[in-house]
């Protein structure tokens, strides 16, 4: 079934340093990735909308300058946390969604983990 | 606008207990989709049912079942026999449907569930 690649699982930071975050769709084209945020013991909350070659839409509250986001390919979308602080720390988590559709509608990467020290 | 009521923050049930999770939901359009998904301590989302407003059947696969009710926009989600591995959060999620496919997922608070020996 469709796959999403999501690099790293976790990274430590220290605070004032930018972090990147890759999800790569394998075996298919993903024209649309969504970035999600999860701190802990709450809910997943959409962060940012993009389509491959065009902007990111971002959701109310979501500061797109903070949170880089390109989608350069129908393989590659990566979130940029530049200048990270302590409070970004979260796990933060992509999902694709394949041209098709496919029975599951969305696929999900395993997340990545970040602390900001 | 789409919002998801997940109004069960924790269960706790004994092994091979029944479980049902509740899910309410709110959306404008006629044509939506809904999923159960299972996040364990890892935090990675599993993908468990998805469900079309479409469709009204209720079905059944192994010990999942659900049950879909439009008239009251309810989409609740059983675990017959829970085992030990069942313990995780179970998140209810909407998308709304749109000509170039799924829209962006909506997602329940999440409820709990501890299955104890």
């Known amino acids: 079934g469709a796959v999403v690649s999501q690099h790293p699982s976790w990274v430590i930071c220290k605070s004032g340093t930018s972090v990147k975050i890759e999800c790569r769709s394998l075996?298919?084209?993903?024209?649309?990735m969504f970035w999600y945020r999860q701190f802990p013991k709450q809910s997943l909350m959409l962060m940012a909308t993009?389509?491959?070659?065009?902007?990111?839409?971002?959701e109310q509250g979501v500061e797109k300058d903070k949170f880089l986001i390109n989608h350069a390919s129908l393989t590659l979308s990566t979130l940029t946390v530049t200048s990270a602080h302590p409070e970004d720390s979260s796990f933060y988590i992509c999902?694709?969604?394949?041209?098709?559709?496919?029975?599951?509608?969305?696929?999900f990467g395993s997340g990545t983990r970040l602390t900001v020290v | 606008a789409q919002k998801v009521t997940q109004a069960q923050t924790e269960i706790s049930v004994v092994e091979k207990e029944d479980v049902t999770l509740d899910c309410v939901y709110e959306?404008?359009?006629?044509?939506?989709?809904l999923f159960w998904y299972k996040q364990p301590p890892s935090g990675e989302l599993v993908f468990l049912i998805r469900?079309?407003?479409?469709?009204?059947q209720n079905e059944i696969s192994g010990r999942y079942s659900w049950n879909f009710q439009k008239s009251t926009s309810s989409f609740n989600f059983t675990i017959t026999a829970s085992q030990v591995v069942d313990s995780a959060v179970y998140f209810c999620?909407?998308?709304?449907?749109?000509?170039?496919?799924?829209?962006?997922?909506?997602f329940g608070t999440g409820t709990r569930l501890l299955v104890s020996p």
């Open positions: 993009s389509n491959e070659g065009s902007k990111a839409t971002y």
């Open positions: 469900q079309n407003s479409f469709d009204e």
């Open positions: 999902s694709a969604r394949d041209l098709a559709g496919a029975r599951y509608g969305y696929t």
């Open positions: 959306t404008r359009d006629t044509t939506y989709y």
């Open positions: 075996d298919f084209q993903a024209t649309t």
């Open positions: 999620a909407l998308s709304e449907a749109a000509n170039t496919g799924f829209q962006k997922l909506v």
